[in-house]
């Protein structure tokens, strides 16, 4: 590990459209629904503090601050949302563990901004059910039943992480939470794929195996840009050398097989890396300098 690697995203160009990003006949949206902490240490596991903490500064009970954003696209007469953040449903003691923050973003005006409210939400894909993308999935009713926070939409999880999450491991039992994923099947709105699959025209589902079982990553395109929502395969641009895995990862060494086999397509060809947990950068395209992935330029949609 050399410095040079550890201060990879130090020189980049930023771009931001005033238009919404298009890809097809989609527009797409950013939605910002929250923020919330972890452990710095548990966040980059093998990686040395000393390094980490040039990419993401921690607070004084060592966290992290991290984004909670979810991705809306918007054509062909749907309205998809890929992942619903962190939701509304922790205790007061979660909460304040994890600084959940819902004061300078949430998903509810996140969609006003663009138009929109829950119930015009048509599809959702949730990239897996970890609390902290599937928590807003569901949320209580006025009688204090819960129920599918968006009403009048279908969700698709992968088959694997189902079945993982309805009997998960002990190491991530924790992030299994049944509250976000009984209502969804005793409503019948729960939609089950298996592998890779075109969803929609120009938006294809790709599963990875290394940070949980069946996690899918969303792939929009057209003739011109791919997107990729990556969701926990990079969760920020300071995971983008292979080997910086978070300790949550149930595989790692899959993880980083994965991640470099994304990340030489996504150089490649150019795609949009979506980062769903970067406390700056929405998405970013990549390069590779000197055998390391480095950020190119940031892309703001
Ligand atoms: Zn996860």
């Known amino acids: 590990m050399t410095l040079l690697e550890a201060k990879h995203y130090v020189h980049f160009q930023s771009s931001k459209s005033s238009h919404p990003m298009k890809i097809g006949s989609y527009q797409l949206h950013t939605i910002e629904t929250g923020r919330f902490r972890l452990d710095g240490g548990t966040f980059f596991a093998t990686i040395p503090k000393t390094l980490w903490h040039q990419h993401i500064p921690s607070d004084d009970e060592n966290r992290v601050e991290l984004a909670l954003r979810c991705l809306l696209i918007k054509g062909k007469r749907k309205n998809i949302l890929i992942d619903c953040g962190i939701g509304y449903k922790m205790d007061d003691k979660v909460k304040t563990f994890m600084a959940i923050d819902h004061t300078r973003y949430n998903l ?13 939400i048509t599809h959702v894909i949730l990239t897996h059910f970890h609390y902290d993308h599937a928590g807003g999935a569901t949320d209580y009713d006025h009688q204090g039943n819960l129920v599918p926070a968006f009403p009048n939409a279908l969700y698709y999880i992968q088959r694997k992480n189902l079945m993982w999450a309805l009997n998960p491991s002990d190491s991530d039992r924790q992030s299994y939470l049944m509250e976000n994923i009984e209502p969804l099947r005793s409503k019948h709105c729960l939609r089950i794929v298996s592998g890779r699959v075109e969803l929609f025209p120009d938006i294809e589902l790709m599963p990875f195996n290394g940070h949980t079982v069946g996690l899918q990553a969303v792939k929009i395109s057209d003739r011109n840009t791919t997107l990729i929502y ?10 983008l050398p292979p080997h910086w895995v978070m300790a949550y990862d149930l595989h790692p060494l899959t993880s980083i097989e994965e991640k470099k086999n994304l990340l030489a397509k996504a150089c490649k060809h150019q795609w949009i890396l979506f980062l769903e947990h970067d406390p700056n950068i929405e998405a970013c395209r990549i390069r590779l300098n000197d055998g390391k992935y480095e950020l190119r330029e940031e892309i703001c949609l």
């Open 108 to 120: 509810e005006r996140s969609l006003q901004a663009v138009g929109l409210e829950k119930r015009d």
């Open 230 to 239: 990556c969701a926990d395969v990079i969760p920020t641009t300071a995971h």
